[in-house]
């Protein structure tokens, strides 16, 4: 594993401390097929972009984020789950998976910790 790899691994396991690395698995799975749509432009993180990422999970739960190429990836990362409350399950280049489970009525279930 080359040192880039585990720094992601470990920024994804510091800002997903609810998930086990087996319901972190299960998330990718069910993102692999999912398109991203919150988009991090130029201006980077942006009440409008927490808001519009807050709608997103509550309304899917598993949410993929795209982040601009010249922004701190590990800087969008760690203010979108502080500021959204959500769980990171994966860092792949510049994209981002968010899942926050429904207060109410969660669709994805997760396997037993």
Known sequence: MSNEESNESGLVQRLSP?????QRSH???????????????HKGVTEALIENLDAALLAHELVKVK???????EEVATRLAKDSSAQLAQMI???????RAHPKQPKIELPKK
């Not at 280049?93 to 899942?99: A, D, E, W």
Request: proline share 3%.
């Open 18 to 22: 609810k998930l086990s690395g087996k």
């Open 93 to 99: 280049g510049h994209v981002l998976v968010y899942y």
């Open 27 to 41: 998330l990718r799975g069910l993102a692999h097929a999912l398109k991203p749509i919150v988009l991090v432009g």
């Open 67 to 73: 982040v601009h190429e010249g922004d701190d990836i």
